[in-house]
């Protein structure tokens, strides 16, 4: 399946563009089934590839009381689950080397948080499982310098990688898109996902709960599309206000299908 699915990511540019979307994490165990066939819905009829993405566990939460899940394997086995009774590729993110062949044997891909970018050895492991490798930029880290993140995987024989722009630091507490990001990281032959919601987030605040703007995810996002990023990244609850887990930033899931259509008429507009 993964080099079916990853081809068809890789060569869709002129295409519609791919969808990652779902909660932040898997709260329980109804609602990622319930989010993933909302989507899968909308998708469906707008020729929109789409893979489910959530959490099993948030390890890089600002607190130490925050939530951070229900359970590694009951996390992952609903994960799985979910994917093949809807028959939808699913991705969850990893932390450690550990947790990759772990992870691996529910997901069809792999995440490399943002802030582990750099990490060597968790990106060798990523790579070894011959998984597809989503890679967040850091927010600290250079389009260009990405080069080296889809090296360190390509090291290990698997060149199916994929890098996501998710915004720089601009200051201590918020983050900006940089939209020249998505061509450059393209010019590394790898497909460019904009990661729109977690982009706007407003990081450090003095609460320990992380802040955001999902206020202006529409414009984000018609923006990476008109850029020419090759797929879109959001995450989506039907109740941001009680997410266990970056709610302040999510789309509200009822707001996702008008978003969608806007953004296919945008990519066919270009091409």
Request: hydrophobic share 40%; charged share 20%; proline share 4%.
């Amino acid at each position: 399946m993964n080099d079916t699915l990853y081809s068809n990511l890789n060569n869709n540019r002129h295409g519609n563009f791919f969808l990652i979307a779902g909660p932040c994490v898997i709260e329980d165990e109804e609602m990622p089934m319930a989010i993933a066939r909302h989507i899968k819905k909308i998708t469906d009829r707008l020729e929109i590839p789409f893979i489910f993405k959530a959490s099993y566990q948030k390890a890089n939460r600002s607190r130490s009381d925050s939530f951070t899940g229900i359970g590694h394997e009951k996390a992952l086995k609903l994960i799985s689950q979910l994917g093949k009774e809807l028959s939808i590729p699913v991705l969850t993110d990893i932390h450690t080397e550990q947790q990759a062949p772990m992870a691996a044997e529910f997901a069809d891909l792999l995440q490399i948080p943002a802030f582990l970018c750099r990490q060597t050895e968790l990106l060798i492991a990523a790579g070894n499982t011959g998984k597809i490798v989503n890679i967040k930029k850091g927010q600290f880290a250079s389009a260009e310098s990405m080069k080296f993140a889809v090296q360190k995987v390509k090291q290990t024989g698997n060149s199916q990688i994929i890098l996501t722009e998710r915004g720089t630091t601009f200051g201590y507490n918020d983050l900006i898109v940089d939209f020249r990001n998505i061509p450059e990281m393209q010019a590394h032959g790898v497909p460019v996902v904009v990661d729109v919601t977690h982009s706007l987030q407003q990081p450090n605040q003095s609460s320990g709960i992380t802040g955001g703007r999902p206020d202006l995810i529409e414009a984000i996002a018609k923006a990476a599309i008109a850029v020419g990023s090759d797929g879109i990244f959001i995450e989506t609850h039907p109740d941001p206000g009680n997410a266990k887990s970056d709610g302040a930033n999510m789309l509200h899931l009822s707001l996702l299908e008008d978003l969608l259509e806007k953004l296919v008429k945008i990519r066919k507009a270009l091409y």
